[in-house]
T-cell receptor
């Protein structure tokens, strides 16, 4: 059973371009979480999605950022008109169900490192 | 709002030493407390998860404790090895989100 897969591993974008980050959850998992790690800072929650629904986007910047988790295919984190401050490592994790009733470790993908030049 | 603090920020020890990493959190309404390891430029590896009803968990040379009433968790590493060198992160989980500390950067020297 493959773990959480993220691609690309590294992404370089010029200011103003769009960045698309993909996360394929573990098999059978329908809950996806995105986190961001800015340089010299801790990991911060961004968004929690279930298939076709955004459950909690309280950590998402209000502008330029969006996330989706369609019925088929990976979850996508999309950043429009990237700026240098978006340079960070973006991690996703998945779970088979709501975490309040599932006490197993949360496993993360290896992340996508976005560099904005 | 949950805040998680880790002390020390960095630690350097000789090989073979036993050590303790500290984690404190402000909101005791957590489902569980997780410890992770992160190697430079890599992802997160889950080490131990302690449920809110538990006091400790052990895996090999690692032992993690949780005291919800005082808002503290510790990660004990026995007989440290150079391969243990990494950043160790603790995270409190509640409301379907993890709140991470900023980590302790551990270096185990030969």
């Amino acid at each position: 059973n493959a773990g959480v897969m993220q691609n690309p591993r590294h992404l370089v974008r010029r200011r103003g371009q769009e960045a698309r980050l993909r996360c394929s959850p573990m098999k059978g998992h329908s809950h996806v979480y995105w986190y961001r790690q800015l340089p010299e800072e801790g990991l911060k929650f961004m968004v929690y999605l279930q298939k076709e629904n955004i459950i909690d986007e309280s950590g998402m910047p209000k502008e330029r950022f969006s996330a989706e988790f369609p019925k088929e295919g990976p979850s996508i984190l999309r950043i429009q008109q990237v700026v240098r401050g978006d340079s960070a490592a973006y991690f996703c994790a998945s779970s088979p169900r709501d975490r309040s009733s599932y006490n197993s470790p949360l496993h993360f993908g290896n992340g996508t490192r976005l560099t904005v030049t | 709002k949950q805040e998680v603090t880790q002390i020390p920020a960095a630690l350097s020890v000789p090989e073979g030493e036993n050590l303790v990493l500290n984690c404190s959190f402000t909101d005791s309404a957590i489902y569980n407390l997780q410890w992770f390891r992160q190697d430079p430029g890599k992802g997160l590896t889950s080490l131990l998860l302690i449920q809110s009803s538990q006091r400790e968990q052990t895996s090999g040379r690692l032992n993690a404790s949780l005291d919800k009433s005082s808002g503290r968790s510790t990660l004990y590493i026995a007989a440290s090895q150079p391969g243990d060198s990494a950043t160790y992160l603790c995270a409190g989980e509640g409301g379907n989100k993890l709140t991470f500390g900023t980590g302790t950067q551990l270096k185990v020297e030969l």
